[in-house]
Nanobody, 116 residues
Framework: QVQVVESGGGLVQPGGSLRLSCAASGSISGRSFMAWSRQAPGKERELVASISPGDVVYYGASVKGRFTISRDNAKNTVYLQMNGLLPEDTAVYYC??????????WGQGTQVIVSS
């Protein structure tokens, strides 16, 4: 019942920036735990960043200082501001929401390619 939709991916040069959006809709009451993960070909999926209902944030070591996660509670939307992008950031980025009583809902993914 809960739907998650990502947007904002694209092709950027090394050192560039992108802002990803993740909107959750459906039967949601209050804030949910939401997160971004990514997966590149030949690599396992990794957690990039997360934000709790109380706005406690987490960042993976490889993106600390470069990425920022934030939320718009009224829209059940989270954002991932990505600065100083590196070729190793190339991946499909997935958003998910952990909704109380409903489990985890994943988005379809948005592709980020960092290349010159």
């Amino acid at each position: 019942q809960v739907q998650v939709v990502e947007s904002g991916g694209g092709l950027v040069q090394p050192g560039g920036s992108l802002r990803l959006s993740c909107a959750a809709s459906g039967s949601i009451s209050g804030r949910s735990f939401m997160a971004w993960s990514r997966q590149a070909p030949g690599k396992e999926r990794e957690l990039v960043a997360s934000i709790s209902p109380g706005d406690v944030v987490y960042y993976g070591a490889s993106v600390k200082g470069r990425f920022t996660i934030s939320r718009d509670n009224a829209k059940n939307t989270v954002y991932l501001q990505m600065n100083g992008l590196l070729p190793e950031d190339t991946a499909v980025y997935y958003c998910y929401a952990d909704v109380p009583g409903q489990g985890r809902a994943w988005g379809q993914g948005t592709q980020v390619i960092v290349s010159s």
